[in-house]
């Protein structure tokens, strides 16, 4: 079936560091791609996605490309803020017809703290 | 519009207590879904509804029902609470007809202690 894998966390970095979240995906199908970013005490809300090989998607600074060769899609942003410590989350969702069913999978999460 | 509302946002029950978790989305998505968050293990899907009056098991359904007579709303009933399922909840909703992508509307959660 299908399965997400993302790097375990926390990830501690000073503000302005380069960041990168490793995913990788198995999927029986053609997937849709997502990073969802959920702040503390809050529900998670979709930060980028991308629906084809080699379509990037990008938000708030935030960027992530569709690698079907590697199965990846990372999540990287060049310089972190101190308020984009939250918890991320790679999905994937696949498409009925394909051997989907909609519903979508989930990594783990990855934490990520930015010290001042 | 609302998006995604749950109520109630904290819940404390006893051993045994049954309660309902409410989920309402006002953007008439016909997917909609049960997750419950723990630490370490990230999301896990409890029940899931593709359409008003359809529903079915996810990951870790055991101690929960569902039921969608509307296209609004999708209650989740803990039938007799155990200490293990203390955990915060979120209620989710898309609508991937007709889209390359499924992108997840998700509530602001409801976190329950059952002592």
């Known amino acids: 079936g299908d399965s997400v894998t993302q790097m375990e966390g926390p990830v501690t970095l000073s503000e302005e560091a380069f960041l990168t979240i490793n995913c990788t995906y198995t999927?029986?199908?053609?997937?849709?791609l997502f990073w969802y970013v959920q702040y503390p005490g809050e529900g998670l809300q979709l930060l980028l996605k991308?629906?084809?090989?080699?379509d990037k998607g990008s938000n708030k600074g935030f960027e992530a490309t569709y690698r079907k060769e590697t199965t990846s899609f990372h999540l990287e942003k060049g310089s972190v803020q101190v308020s984009d410590s939250a918890v991320y989350f790679c999905?994937?969702?696949?498409?009925?017809?394909?051997?989907?069913?909609?519903?979508?999978?989930f990594g783990r999460g990855t934490s990520l703290i930015v010290h001042p | 519009n609302a998006g995604v509302t749950q109520t109630p946002k904290f819940q404390v029950l006893k051993t045994g207590q049954s309660m309902t978790l409410q989920c309402a989305q006002d953007?008439?998505?016909?997917?909609m879904s049960w997750y419950r968050q723990d630490p370490g293990m990230g999301l896990r899907l409890i029940h899931y509804?593709?359409?008003?009056?359809?529903?079915d098991q996810g990951e870790v359904p055991n101690g929960y029902n569902v039921s969608r007579s509307t296209t609004e709303d999708f209650p989740l009933r803990l039938l007799s609470a155990a200490p293990s399922q203390t955990s915060v909840y979120f209620c989710?909703?898309?609508?991937?007809?007709?889209?390359?992508?499924?992108?997840?509307?998700f509530g602001p959660g409801t976190r329950l202690t059952v002592t």
């Open positions: 989710a909703s898309s609508s991937p007809r007709g889209t390359f992508s499924n992108e997840q509307y």
């Open positions: 953007m008439n998505h016909e997917y």
């Open positions: 999927a029986t199908g053609y997937p849709s």
């Open positions: 509804s593709v359409g008003a009056g359809i529903t």
């Open positions: 991308a629906t084809k090989a080699d």
């Open positions: 999905a994937l969702s696949d498409r009925p017809g394909r051997g989907g069913s909609y519903i979508p999978t």
